[in-house]
C-alpha cells in the first residue's frame, strides 16, 4: 500500500511493507526507515497499531528534518538529532490519535 505526501512541496512515499524487507545489512531489525535520496518512507506493517503509527511520525518528522534542513535537528555529524525526533514523533502521534486520526488507517484508505 503507497501513498504520497508532500514535506517541502517535494512528493515523498510512503510504503507499508513487510517487516522482512526492513532486515537491514548486519540483519539488525527495524521499523522504518526513510530514504531521502529516493524519497520513500518505509514502514513495517505488523506491530501494535500505535507503535506502527509512531514508527510512522518518526521517520515523516525525519522528512521534514531533511527537506526544510532544520538545522537545530542536526547532530555535529550532519545526522538527525534521533531523540529529538523521536519526541516530535510521539507528540505528533499523541496530537493525531486524540483527534480520532489513525495515520496508518489513513495510509491503507481505510479512513
Ligand atoms: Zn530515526
Not at 522528512?63 to 545526522?79: F, K, M, N, P, T
Not at 525526533?85 to 484508505?109: K, M, P
Request: aromatic letters at 4%; one cysteine or more.
Amino acid at each position: 500500500m503507497n501513498k504520497k505526501i508532500k514535506v517541502a512541496r517535494i512528493p515523498w512515499t510512503i510504503k507499508l511493507v513487510p517487516l522482512v524487507t526492513l532486515l537491514s545489512d548486519d540483519d539488525n531489525e527495524y521499523f522504518g526507515v526513510s530514504k531521502h535520496k529516493e524519497k520513500v518512507i518505509e514502514v513495517a506493517e505488523q506491530g501494535h497499531p500505535n507503535h506502527v503509527n509512531n514508527v510512522l511520525c518518526h521517520e515523516i518528522i525525519h522528512a521534514i528534518v531533511s527537506e526544510y534542513r532544520i538545522a537545530a535537528l542536526h547532530d555535529e555529524e550532519g545526522g538527525h538529532d534521533e531523540s529529538a525526533v523521536q519526541q516530535l514523533a510521539v507528540g505528533l502521534n499523541e496530537v493525531l490519535t486524540s483527534l480520532g486520526i489513525d495515520l496508518v488507517a489513513v495510509i491503507r484508505g481505510k479512513k
